[in-house]
């Protein structure tokens, strides 16, 4: 059996299948910048970088897309709060979201499209969408009728009757059903475009499903995001997707669930959001990526500050092994070349099981207490192999344990601690051991 994943779609674990073989092209919902993002805003970024390098680690070849959403009332709002154009506002946070990507040891996407950049096609779209009897315009606002979609709410397991009476009691009076949602907004204040419908801009839902088609069009393999998206945001998606292209967008719809603080939302009004930026350093940054990446994604997960000191420990250990497997393989001047292939198979069954990342912290755990055996009773062939399963196993989880090989100065410096030790000369052994500390080797 092969790579096995949960499909919010059909709610159950299907066999993956891409569409056309040996490619697959991935659509993740992307941020809105408009604000620095918290470790609940991270944790999408983490899971679908390792979901990335998975799939290419097992052969295929992978398009991942990840849209910026740089229109939005929030952007418009965050402007008018600082005195700036909405242009400044999402230059600026986005900076600071790949800033944060890149402090949680993820990689940017292959494509970033932008909602400014296709704000044609999204006009174009939603003329059609109105041309067909799907959406209608009111005084500027344009909505998407939704009783035209016959299993609408498919994603998230609900039928439109219980979707309406759990409607927010305010609703748009302009609308012909509670339900329907917005394509096209009419807009007094802030940035605008001129369209059939009047002066306005797109709605969030429309942006998102336009992207997404002009990129892959009918061969979109996995769509994700977080569980908070599946409704209303995927599942309005899949309704113009339907309505227009007559069919659900994506085959694999997947969704990661939330994160919470010490069994609260993270919340700006309870004073317990841990903003990524604010992990300051990329020892942090990366420990961080442990506590998401090995914490089983489709699962709720409450953070606290034990946990990050639990994997704060972790990668101090798994960071001594691993660099003292390297040392001494430079020492014996050997270059790992084979892998512990029970390891290696070890790995892809867990990953396989819908990414049972649990076994993969335990897996990588014995790779190490393995490693340390190894290194202690001079087992060189052992250590090589040990120590280059456990290289390619944390590259594909995207953990960097910050350890670079010695140079030649560094190297003679560590032979000469580790000469002066054996032959229990402490003072010149202390002399070494210092400078290797200045450093920072061990």
Not at 113 to 141: C, Q, R, W
Not at 198 to 212: A, D, F, K, Q
Not at 241 to 251: C, D, P, R, T
Not at 268 to 275: A, G, Q, R, W
Request: glycine share 6%.
């Amino acid at each position: 059996m092969g790579l096995m994943i949960y499909n919010s779609l059909s709610n159950k674990l299907e066999e993956f299948k891409p569409i056309q073989p040996n490619k697959v092209n991935m659509y993740v919902c992307g941020p809105t910048v408009y604000n620095y993002i918290h470790i609940g805003n991270a944790r999408p970024i983490v899971f679908y970088d390792v979901l990335r390098n998975y799939l290419e680690f097992i052969g295929y070849e992978v398009t991942y897309a990840s849209n910026v959403t740089d229109v939005d009332d929030k952007i418009i709002n965050q402007a008018l709060a600082e005195g700036k154009t909405e242009k400044e506002i999402a230059s600026f946070y986005e900076k600071a979201y790949f800033d944060a990507v890149k402090l949680l040891g993820s990689s940017e996407p292959d494509l970033i499209p932008h909602a400014t950049d296709y704000i044609p096609d999204m006009i174009s779209f939603i003329n059609e969408l109105i041309n067909k009897g799907y959406a209608y315009e009111v005084d500027g606002d344009v909505f998407f009728r939704v009783n035209k979609i016959a299993d609408y709410g498919c994603l998230s397991n609900q039928v439109s009757e219980d979707l309406e009476s759990g409607a927010r009691i305010s609703v748009n009076t302009k609308k012909e059903n509670p339900l329907d949602f917005s394509l096209w907004k009419k807009t007094e204040v802030g940035i605008k475009w001129d369209s059939p419908f009047g002066s306005g801009r797109p709605g969030w839902h429309t942006e998102c499903v336009v992207m997404n088609h002009k990129l892959f069009g009918d061969t979109l393999d996995i769509h994700g995001g977080g569980m908070d998206l599946k409704f209303p945001h995927h599942e309005n998606e899949i309704a113009q997707s339907e309505a227009l292209y007559h069919n659900h967008l994506a085959k694999y719809w997947m969704h990661v669930g939330r994160l919470e603080f010490e069994g609260q939302k993270m919340s700006k009004s309870l004073h317990n959001v841990i903003l990524v930026k604010d992990l300051a350093n990329t020892m942090n940054g990366m420990i961080m990526r442990m506590v998401l990446a090995f914490t089983p994604y489709r699962n709720n997960f409450s953070y606290s500050e034990q946990i990050f000191d639990f994997y704060k420990k972790t990668f101090e250990k798994w960071q001594r092994a691993y660099k003292q497997g390297l040392y001494e393989l430079q020492l014996q001047e050997l270059t790992p070349n084979e892998f512990c292939d029970t390891d290696i198979e070890k790995f892809k069954e867990y990953m396989n099981q819908d990414f049972n990342v649990q076994n993969v912290l335990m897996l990588i755990e014995n790779i190490v207490k393995d490693l340390n055996v190894a290194i202690r009773t001079k087992n060189l062939a052992e250590t090589a192999k040990k120590w280059l399963t456990l290289d390619k196993i944390l590259a594909v989880m995207g953990v960097n344990l910050f350890v670079e090989k010695l140079n030649e100065e560094q190297l003679e410096v560590y032979k000469a601690w580790l000469n002066a030790r054996a032959l229990k000369d402490f003072e010149k052994a202390d002399i070494y051991r210092n400078k290797l500390m200045d450093w920072k080797l061990i």
